[in-house]
Nanobody
Framework: QVQLVESGGGLVQAGGSLRLSCAAS????????MGWFRQAPGKEREFVAI????????LYADSVKGRFTISRDNAKNTVHLQMNSLKPEDTAVYYC???????????????WGQGTQVTVSS
C-alpha cells in the first residue's frame, strides 16, 4: 500500500543541475524522517541527505554539502533533492527513503523508492 515514486533522474554534464522528486502515497509521513541515499556500481548504498518531519532540520553527507539541497512538502507528501554543480562521482542510482528515526544508516529506513539513475558526464 505504501509507495514511493521517484522522478527527475537523467544524464547531465559536469557542473549541471538536476532536481529529484519523490511522491509518497498510502500514508501521511509528516512526522517521519525523509531522505535520499545513493548507490554506485560495486559500492555500498550511502547516505546523501535527510530532513526532519517539520523540515526544520537537514543533514548532508560531506561529499554533497553546499551543492545539494533537500526539501519536503508535507501537504503533497513529497521530498525533493536539488542537485547543483554535479560531478562525475555523483553518478549513482538515487533512492528516496522514509523512516522513524534521525539516522544516516540505510538499514534504519522502512520504506524505499525504486531508485532513479543519475549520470554525470565529464
Amino acid at each position: 500500500q505504501v509507495q514511493l515514486v521517484e522522478s527527475g533522474g537523467g544524464l547531465v554534464q559536469a557542473g549541471g543541475s538536476l532536481r529529484l522528486s519523490c511522491a509518497a502515497s498510502g500514508r501521511t509521513f509528516s512526522t517521519y524522517v525523509m531522505g535520499w541515499f545513493r548507490q554506485a556500481p560495486g559500492k555500498e548504498r550511502e547516505f546523501v541527505a535527510i530532513i526532519s518531519g517539520s523540515g526544520s532540520m537537514r543533514l548532508y553527507a560531506d561529499s554533497v554539502k553546499g551543492r545539494f539541497t533537500i526539501s519536503r512538502d508535507n501537504a503533497k507528501n513529497t521530498v525533493h533533492l536539488q542537485m547543483n554543480s554535479l560531478k562525475p562521482e555523483d553518478t549513482a542510482v538515487y533512492y528516496c527513503a522514509i523512516g522513524r528515526r534521525w539516522k544516516m544508516n540505510p538499514g534504519d529506513y522502512d520504506y524505499w523508492g525504486q531508485g532513479t539513475q543519475v549520470t554525470v558526464s565529464s
